[in-house]
């Protein structure tokens, strides 16, 4: 056994998180409100090393709860996928972090703006006797346009219903998709059988495609009716995850522009249900769950 740290152990001193997890896809939180933050250069390699299954905690990734630092946002959220990359919102984590400043005091409003990457994003908490069950967000408004998304072609350009031809484990096929930005990259492949689909294969194929210069989410969606879909998520920077909310609202919009769904849908994911409305404000809109699963230490030493 070589002396020193074993791979993934990030140096620095015991850091408090609370994890949490919306459908199954679960986050550790570091409460940026309340104590100190590490540098920049060391939230990937944190990242990467409480997410770490083995000689970490495990989680899809680290979200920073921090102070605002755009007027008329009351929080600001920063997510870190498992393998370290950021990503500009977390639509499952954010429901997370809504109830975790108002359960720990940090507001009393129902309703409040955290500032992402994605812009501001603005949750509203349900309460029922003081307990928060459920959280809707406006997620904002989708972006269809390659340049948004980023994917390779015109920019101006939607990528709706378009031929990807896909390599993986030395076989081409293409596959037609949907792709769309919800301030984070998404790519939405319809097929017959949601059980049918090789994610360990197709979804590193589909993440690393040189279509999407910085990589892409695919959601791989069976349609059950113009109101239900089911979806198998493969993540940018964490791989399969039992839920995605970003990902669930790309769903969404993009089972209505190819006139596949209805604006409302449920979609059904491995960790349960997201009830998603693309409003004929333009706005999306997703219900869910919040839920605590521990506090830990984690101590890298
Ligand atoms: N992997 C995503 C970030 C987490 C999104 C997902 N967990 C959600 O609930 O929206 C990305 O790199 O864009």
């Not at 005091?105 to 509203?124: K, Q, S």
């Amino acid at each position: 056994m070589t002396a020193g740290r074993p791979p993934g152990r990030a140096a620095g001193r015991p850091l408090r998180l609370t994890k949490m997890h919306g459908l199954g896809n679960n986050y550790l939180f570091l409460d940026g409100l309340s104590g100190p933050v590490p540098p920049d250069q060391e939230l990937p390699a944190l990242a990467r090393a409480v997410s770490d299954r083995n000689f970490g905690i495990g989680s899809d990734g680290l979200i920073l709860v921090l102070p605002p630092r755009e007027a008329g946002a009351q929080f600001r959220m920063r997510i870190f996928n498992a393998d370290g990359s950021e990503g500009e919102m977390c639509g499952n984590g954010i429901r997370c972090l809504a109830r975790l400043v108002y359960d720990r005091g940090y507001t009393r409003a129902e309703e409040f703006t955290v500032e992402t990457g994605a812009g501001p994003i603005r949750p509203r908490l349900h309460l029922e006797n003081g307990e928060v069950v459920a959280v809707t967000v406006d997620m904002g408004v989708p972006r269809l346009e390659r340049g948004a998304i980023p994917m390779a072609g015109p920019a101006g350009e939607r990528a709706v219903e378009v031929p990807l031809e896909v390599e993986a484990a030395g076989e081409r096929r293409t596959f037609t998709v949907t792709a769309l930005s919800m301030g984070n990259p998404h790519c939405v492949v319809f097929v017959d059988d949601v059980a049918a689909v090789d994610l360990a294969r197709l979804g590193p194929a589909f993440e690393h495609h040189p279509a999407f210069p910085q990589r892409v989410n695919t959601h791989f969606t069976q349609v059950l009716s113009p109101q239900r879909v089911r979806v198998r998520v493969w993540e940018r920077g964490s791989g399969p995850t039992l839920a995605c909310g970003t990902g669930a609202c790309a769903v969404a919009v993009a089972g209505a522009v190819t006139g596949r769904t209805g604006r409302r849908v449920t979609v059904e994911l491995p960790g349960g249900a997201l009830d998603i409305r693309w409003d004929e404000d333009g706005h999306v809109y997703m219900t869910g769950p919040a839920a605590y699963i521990a506090d830990v230490t984690y101590d890298p030493r």
